[in-house]
């Protein structure tokens, strides 16, 4: 069975929370390592399963069924600057500036999708992997690209899982797919 490594990061506990460690073995997160950023709780999984997926979502429902009131809010980072770019890549951090600004290369390296004026934009890793592979530069699968998707679309689910207004985003998503509807919409 494959071994699938990816972190999450909960909410509703803290380093401070009692036998937070005991509790989150015993639920079945005995492939994880448990880490801190502060106060907040991140997990390191080291899990074996037959997918990705399946991997993730076992990995949340043994968190969240352990006693805790921990609640999985993300699955490692969809969004990447250029040297998480680099390390996840396998390049030095200087050659994807190079890629992005278009001195090397086709000129065409993906778009950030935050932070465009700031000193330190963020691009969705999917995007930039398919390009790397598409390029030549990066010597992976189609199996890359499929986990960062997967792991893209489980945190929108759990962004979704944890959004005040639910029926208000899926009347956005709906309206951003027909922008016809947008002048008989109900704001």
């Known amino acids: 069975m494959p071994l699938y490594n990816f972190t999450l990061t909960l ?3 803290t380093s401070d929370t009692e036998k937070l460690e005991d509790a989150l073995y015993e639920g ?3 492939d994880a390592l448990i880490a801190f950023y502060g106060t907040s709780v991140y997990l390191e999984f080291d899990r074996e ?3 990705l997926t399946t991997a993730v979502m076992t990995a949340i429902q043994d968190i969240e069924s352990a006693g805790l009131n921990a609640r999985v809010e993300s699955v490692d980072s969809v969004l990447v600057g250029l040297s998480d770019i680099a390390g996840l890549a396998g390049l030095t951090r200087q050659s994807v500036a190079l890629l992005k600004e278009g001195a090397r290369g086709p000129r065409n390296f993906p778009n950030p999708v935050q ?3 700031g000193t330190s934009p963020l691009w969705r890793w999917k995007d930039v992997a398919r390009w790397l592979i598409s390029e030549g530069r990066l ?8 986990s960062a998707e997967i792991l893209e679309n489980i945190n ?3 962004q979704l899982r944890s959004a005040a207004a639910p029926k208000q985003i899926r009347e956005f998503a709906h ?3 027909y922008q016809e509807d947008i002048t008989n919409s109900s704001f």
């Open 115 to 117: 932070r465009l004026k």
């Open 139 to 146: 010597t992976a699968s189609d199996a890359l690209v499929e």
């Open 175 to 177: 309206l951003l797919g």
């Open 11 to 13: 909410s509703g506990v």
């Open 28 to 30: 079945g997160c005995d």
């Open 49 to 51: 399963s037959d997918s």
């Open 156 to 158: 929108l689910a759990l």
